[in-house]
């Protein structure tokens, strides 16, 4: 079969890759706007191959269920908008419902914790697991939270900014601002564990917050 960049005879490699993603992980690498992205960007093979790496690594660490659990969410691109001139933010990611945008300035490539940490919201906001992960009472485990409600760095192996993408504190008089802080901790949690990143040589917060998450992981997946 011959793949072209577009046109010509057979599919591009660009509807190769979408194909892919869609048969493997039944997900929808869509083009279409919406109003959370009103002009979103037409996906590359760069892209595609980064979402398509990280899916193969969230799928491993659901033991094979990704598609089963998440199967119908649709993926776009979309442009990366600073908030002021002192904002030197080159990405962000939005997850609605069971979509998410991936935005970046340009043709920037979308960046891989980025990923995972908006697929954990999409796990948090899918049919039969709305909510199931923010909202159980581990989430506010002081074995992997400071003092002040903030995730704690030293249960990761790589503690930079990249891995703790929302330190939101959960400890808050507002109750719909410590949900929202909760969704994030999640998201950051998934990611990192996905990613590898807590710190299991020794007991201790990387230890706890692994507890955690393969806890509330193991009715959907299995034991891993």
């Given at each position: 079969?011959?793949?072209?960049?577009?046109?010509?005879?057979?599919?591009?490699?660009?509807?190769?890759?979408?194909?892919?993603?869609?048969?493997k992980?039944?997900?929808?690498?869509s083009e279409?706007?919406?109003?959370?992205?009103?002009?979103p960007k037409?996906w590359?093979?760069?892209?595609?191959?980064?979402?398509d790496?990280?899916?193969?690594?969230?799928n491993n660490?659901?033991?094979?269920?990704l598609?089963s659990?998440?199967?119908?969410?649709?993926?776009?691109w979309?442009?990366?908008?600073r908030?002021?001139?002192?904002?030197?933010?080159?990405?962000d990611?939005?997850?609605?419902?069971?979509?998410?945008?991936?935005n970046?300035?340009?043709?920037n490539a979308i960046?891989?914790m980025?990923?995972?940490?908006?697929?954990?919201?999409?796990?948090?906001?899918s049919?039969?697991?709305?909510?199931v992960?923010?909202?159980?009472?581990?989430?506010?485990?002081?074995?992997?939270?400071?003092?002040?409600g903030?995730?704690?760095?030293?249960?990761?192996?790589?503690?930079?900014?990249?891995?703790?993408?929302?330190?939101?504190?959960?400890?808050?008089?507002?109750?719909?601002?410590?949900?929202?802080a909760?969704?994030?901790?999640?998201?950051?949690?998934?990611?990192?564990?996905?990613?590898?990143?807590?710190?299991l040589?020794?007991p201790?917060?990387?230890t706890a917050?692994?507890?955690f998450?393969t806890?509330?992981?193991?009715p959907?997946?299995g034991?891993?």
């Open positions: 079969m011959i793949y072209q960049q577009g046109g010509g005879r057979g599919p591009s490699v660009i509807d190769f890759w979408k194909n892919r993603i869609k048969d992980y039944g997900i929808d690498m279409k706007n919406d109003p959370n992205n009103p002009n037409k590359d093979v760069k892209n595609l191959m980064l979402i790496s990280s899916l193969f690594k969230i660490a659901l033991n094979g269920k598609k659990l998440v199967g119908g969410a649709t993926f776009k979309g442009e990366h908008k908030t002021g001139p002192k904002d030197l933010s080159t990405y990611g939005l997850t609605y419902g069971t979509t998410i945008t991936f970046t300035l340009g043709n960046r891989g980025n990923i995972l940490h908006e697929f954990g919201h999409l796990m948090d906001n049919p039969g697991m709305v909510d992960f923010s909202r159980d009472p581990g989430i506010n485990n002081p074995g992997f939270l400071t003092d002040k903030y995730l704690n760095r030293l249960a990761l192996v790589d503690q930079s900014q990249d891995m703790i993408q929302h330190p939101l504190s959960v400890y808050t008089d507002d109750p719909s601002k410590r949900i929202i909760q969704q994030e901790h999640w998201a950051d949690i998934f990611a990192n564990y996905v990613a590898g990143n807590m710190d040589s020794v201790g917060p990387g917050m692994h507890n998450v806890g509330v992981l193991a959907f997946t034991t891993p």
